[in-house]
């Protein structure tokens, strides 16, 4: 038991005595059935005076970064250790999006531990089921332009997206999306653009056919 116990604080020590090596870390994203995902890269820091960062974004096919049309930018957030200069720029590169968060005027960004970059993803149909995706090259940059370079990392990405027909979202397609339609064209429920099932430009009796077929084996 004593040397069980001496081993243990060995091996406390050492992991203390390590200290916080520089790295990051990804989730694994599970996407809403809207398609809605979040990437979040957590880091640790050590090394001081970091101004800037950059990385290579490897996406599943049918996923891509959010693009917000209000801001008129991509929709993502720094970590509150990041100053009001700094700014993500993500340029499309076919294979990879590389992504570089810089300072317009070379200020610091504090040494971060915790959440350090969250940038929201859009999935399509194609993108449907599990799937892998990686970050590598990743760099930080300081001030006396030392690069601290990262292991690449990769994540899983998990994708099912609702069927048109789930019209009150529950997963399945059954009579109970029956009743919501119809409840949508009485004026009872807000219309869902994706309501309009045989795609004619208005939600009224003949989607509720359609959706019977479809509940029928017909559609
Ligand atoms: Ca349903
Ligand atoms: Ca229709």
Do not use: W
Request: charged share 20%; with cysteine.
């Amino acid at each position: 038991m004593k040397k069980i116990t001496a081993l243990l604080s060995l091996l406390l020590c050492f992991s203390v005595g390590k200290g916080f090596a520089d790295g990051i870390t990804v989730n694994d994203i599970t996407f809403t059935p809207d398609g809605q995902g979040e990437l979040i890269l957590n880091c640790t820091f050590t090394q001081k005076n970091i101004t800037l960062y950059q990385f290579d974004l490897y996406l599943p096919a049918g996923i891509a970064p959010a693009y917000d049309e209000e801001k008129q930018d991509y929709d993502y957030e720094l970590s509150s250790n990041h100053t009001s200069e700094h700014a993500l720029q993500l340029k499309d590169n076919g294979a990879y999006y590389r992504i570089v968060v810089a300072s317009t005027s070379n200020q610091i960004m504090a040494p971060n531990k915790g959440m350090l970059l969250k940038l929201r993803l859009t999935a399509t149909k194609e993108a449907e089921g599990e799937a892998q995706g990686s970050i590598k090259s990743f760099s930080l940059f300081a001030t006396d332009e030392t690069e601290v370079a990262m292991t690449d990392t990769t994540f899983k990405t998990n994708v099912h997206l609702r069927a048109a027909e789930d019209l009150n979202g529950d997963g399945s397609v059954n009579v109970g999306d029956v009743t919501t339609l119809v409840n949508m064209i009485l004026g009872k429920a807000p219309k869902d653009d994706n309501a309009d099932l045989n795609a004619d430009g208005s939600i009224n009796v003949g989607d509720v056919t359609t959706l019977v077929n479809k509940i029928l084996g017909k559609g």
